[in-house]
């Protein structure tokens, strides 16, 4: 069975993005986070995503290599990023491109699905797939990047559950301007 990875920038609160999807609050990554999410998109053989995090990495990232003042990892980014192949789960949109397929049926038994299949790991992002997918039981890891702010408010990176989930802490780390990265397995 695959592996199914729930990852993303987060505050410090908890948040990935501050009221109104403002996701501003952590400025430009440094270069060696960037380079950490960089290995992450390289490691992952499938990307799922929910409809506004689509929306934010397919307005930018397609492009991302031909921008004037792209650095080298920006570049490779882009490029890493057209090609693997990724998922996008939404009701309200009708195309998709970029090495992407969609699926507006139950996320949850998709998921299901395409984590029995063979192959490498899947990433998942987007709060409200993710939380479908947590709420389901399905995430086998969380990979947390928190930032040194506080918003108050706004989308949770963790959605309400159930009942509770045990996670075993495998990995931290710290990166430059006092981000943090946490990495929890679920506990089976």
């Known amino acids: ?26 400025g430009p990554p440094s270069d060696e986070l960037f380079g950490w999410w960089l290995d992450q998109v ?25 921008q004037p003042d792209a650095t080298p990892a920006e570049i490779e980014f882009a490029r890493a990023w057209r090609d693997i192949p990724k998922v996008v789960f939404s009701s309200t949109i009708d195309k998709v491109d970029w ?45 947390l990047a928190s930032y040194p702010v506080l918003v108050g408010g706004g989308t949770p990176f963790f959605t309400a559950l159930d009942s509770w989930v045990d996670l075993n802490l495998v990995e931290t780390r710290t990166f430059p301007g006092g981000v943090v990265l946490t990495r929890y397995e679920t506990r089976r």
């Open 1 to 26: 069975m695959r592996k199914l990875i729930y990852g993303m920038n987060v505050t410090l609160d908890g948040y990935i993005a501050a009221p109104g999807d403002d996701i501003g609050w952590g």
């Open 99 to 143: 090495n992407t397929r969609l699926v507006t049926g139950d996320a949850v038994a998709e998921i299901t699905r395409l984590k029995a299949e063979d192959g490498g790991q899947i990433d998942i992002g987007g709060a409200t797939l993710a939380g479908a997918a947590m709420r389901a039981g399905l995430i086998d890891e969380y990979l």
């Open 42 to 66: 390289r490691a992952s053989s499938l990307s799922l995503y929910g409809r506004k995090l689509w929306e934010t990495m397919s307005s930018h990232w397609p492009t991302g290599d031909q």
